[in-house]
C-alpha cells in the first residue's frame, strides 16, 4: 500500500514551477498568520478551550443547541441564553442559524465534557477552512487572469503578504480575541462564503456537476452561519444561472445546467426559510419585540419605534457610512497598546435613529492595505473592454458585495460587523493584485515599489487589529487578565515621557455617569475602581470592587420549596439575592429587581449541608455570587443581568437582608469585613493630591 503522504510528495515533485512557488509562499504566510491568530484565540497561553467571558457567558449557545437537537427541539430550554433569548409561543429561541450546532454533533456524541467550551476549537476549524480556500480561490483567480504567465518571486511574495493580510491583518484576527456565539457565527460566514464564491467562479469558468454540488453546500453553509451572507451567495448561483440562460456566455449548455444552477441556490434558500419560519414563522426575519433584551432596553424600544418596528432603514446608511469607513477611524494613544478604536462610538447622522452602536473601528483605518486592492479590483473588473475571463468575476462580484448591504442598513454598529467585508475583500483583493502584479511585470522599480507599500501596510493592519484585540479581550474579562493588563499599562506609562497613565486617574465619592475612554475612576476610598468604556449605554467597566463577604452555613437545607433572602442593594426595589431550595435536594441562587430576573442553576444539595462563602459584586451591569472555598460543590452562579435601571448606574451600598427576620434553625449568616483591592491603592497614590 503506498503512503498517503508519498502520493502527494509525488504529486508536488511533478507540479509545476509556478505552482510550487506559490504554495511554499502562501503556506508560509499562513503558518505565520495562524500563530498569530492562536496567540489571541488562546489568549498568549495554552488555553486551547478559552471561552470569551469568565463563566462562559455566550460562548455555549451552540452546544446547547446541540443537545436540543439530538432530542429534535429547536427550541432551548427557558432562562439560559439570558437577554439574546426570543419568547415566542411560550418557548424560548435563539436567532442564531444552527450551523455552528451541526459541527459540534460528532463530538458530542461521545463526551459531555466540550459543552461550553469548544468555541475556540469551532473558530480555530473556521480559521482554517477560510485559509486554504482564500489560498485556492486567490490562484484561482490568477489563472483566469494571468493564465500560465510565469510567477516571479515578488508576485508569490504578494500573495502570501495578501493571504497574512486577510487572515492576520484584517477583523479576522480581531474575532479570536473573543470565542462566543458572535464571532463563532462569522468565523464559519466567511469561510462558507469564501467556498461558495470560489465555487461559483468554477462554475462560471467550467461548469460541473460537482461544482454545481459544491457550490450549493457551501451556499447552506452559509445560510446555517449567518442568513444574509447565505442569501447573498444564493444570489450570486441565480444570477450566473440567468446568464447562461440568456444565451450571452460562451458555453453552450443544455437547459437541464440552468435548473442545477437554480436548485444549487433554492434549495439551501428553502431549507433556511424552513427553519426560521419554524422558529419565528418567517421566512427571513427574527421578531425583536419578542428578544427579551427588548423588554430590557429603552434604547433598543426606542429604537424600534422611529424605525418602523424594526432595526432596518434607509436612514440608518449615513451613520453606516461614517462608522465603517472614515478614514480617522482608530485612534493612536501613549498607552499600551497604542493603537486602539476611536475613542467615541460612532453617531447618528441624516435622522438616523440606531440601537447600539460600540467603538468600531473603520475598515479604511484598520485593514488599508485590502481596502486599496479591493477598489483597484472592483475597477478593473467593472471597466469597459476588459476580456471574458475577467467579466465571469462579476456576478460573484455582486454577490460578495451584497453581503455587507444589510448591516449597512441595520441599526447597529460594532467592530465585528467589519467581518462582513471580508469575502469581498479577498475576491475583489486577488484581483486588484493580480492585475497591479500584471502591470508591474514590465517595471520591475514599479512593482518593487508597490509590492513594499503593500508590505508596510499590511504589517500596519496586523499591528491595529493585533492591539485592539489584546485590548478587547481584557476589557471583557475584569479579573487577573485585566489587572495585568492595567499594571503593563503601568510600567509602560512610567518610562514615557510625562507618565500618561497617571493623567487618567481620578477619584469621586461616587461614579459618575459618563465614563470617558481610558478613564481610571477610583471610588470612595478605594471602595471600586472602574475603567470608562466610552459607551453611553455602558459607560464604566469594572476593574476592581471592594467585595462584601458571608459565610453561609445551613446544617440542614428545607425539605420543601423555601426562599432565603441573602443580600440586598439599598435603595433598589425588589428581592435582590435569594437562594431557592426545592425540597429535592437541590439549590441555586437568584437575583430579582423589577426590572428583571436573573436565574441560576440548580446544584445538588451536598449532604453535609450548604457551606459557602459569599462574595457580592455589585456591578454597573454584573452580579456574582461566588463560592470560592469549595467552587466544586457549592458554586451558587447568577447569569449576567444587563438593566437599565438609573440606580444601577451608581455606587451603592450592599447588605444583607439575612438578618431582618428571624433566621430558619440551623442557618448561620456572617458579614466579613475585607481589604481594599489590591491595585487601587497604588493608582491612588499616582493621583496629584491637587486633583483629589
Known sequence: MIHPFAIARTRWEQAEPDLRRYTRSVTAAGGLGLIAYLAVLWDFGWHPLRTAIGGADFSGFYDLQTRQLFQGNLDVPRNILGLEAFAVRGKEFMYFPPGPSFLRAPFFLFTDRLDSKFTAFSMLAAWSVSAVLIALLMWRVRLLLRGRTGLGRAEAIGFGLLLFSLMAGSVVLYLGSLPFVYHEAYAWAIAMALGATFSTIGLLHQPSTRGALAAGAFTLGAILSRT?????????????????????????????????????????????????????RHPYFFPLQDQIWTGMSAQRRAALDANGGDLVSPSILPATVMGYFRPDGIRFSTLFPYITL??????????????????????VAFMPALVLLSGWGLITAFRRGVKREVRN???????????????????????????EFIPLFALAGSIGFVDIARRGGPHPRCARLAFGVLAILVMFGFAANLAVSVTSARLANPGTPLTRYVRLQTILSDRTPGRPLDRLIQ?????PHSGPTDRIQIVGDCRAVYIGSGDPLAPW?????????????????????????????????????????????RYRGTFSSPGDVAVGRWRAVPPDGVHLRLFAYLTEHLYILIDVDRPARGLVDVPLAQLDQT????????RSTAGDEPLPPGLTVTQRELPPPPVCPTLRDRIDPSDR
Not at 448561483?237 to 453552450?252: N, T, V
Not at 437541464?256 to 427553519?275: E, K
Not at 440606580?647 to 450592599?654: A, D, G, S
Open 541 to 585: 467597566i469594572p476593574f476592581e470592587i471592594q467585595p462584601l463577604e458571608w459565610d453561609l452555613d445551613l446544617a440542614n437545607p428545607p425539605t420543601k420549596p423555601t426562599t432565603l433572602d441573602i443580600a440586598r442593594a439599598d435603595g433598589v426595589p425588589g428581592d435582590g439575592f435569594q437562594l431557592e431550595f426545592d425540597g429535592a435536594g
Open 507 to 511: 477619584q469621586a465619592p461616587t461614579l
Open 342 to 363: 476611536p475613542a467615541e462610538v460612532p453617531k447618528n447622522y441624516g435622522g438616523s435613529f440606531l440601537d447600539q452602536m460600540y467603538r468600531t473601528g473603520s475598515v
Open 647 to 654: 440606580p444601577y448606574r451608581q455606587q451603592l451600598t450592599f
Open 393 to 419: 468575476l462579476r456576478i460573484p462580484l455582486l454577490a460578495v458585495l451584497a453581503i455587507p448591504l444589510p448591516i449597512m442598513f441595520y441599526g447597529y454598529i460594532a467592530m465585528r460587523y467589519t467581518a
Open 228 to 280: 444574509t451572507s447565505g442569501w447573498a451567495c444564493a444570489g450570486g448561483l441565480i444570477l450566473a444561472a440567468l446568464w447562461f440562460a440568456s444565451g450571452r456566455s460562451h458555453q453552450k449548455l443544455p437547459r437541464r445546467w440552468v435548473a442545477t444552477l437554480l436548485a444549487a441556490a433554492f434549495v439551501p434558500l428553502a431549507v433556511g426559510i424552513i427553519l426560521n419560519w419554524a422558529k419565528f
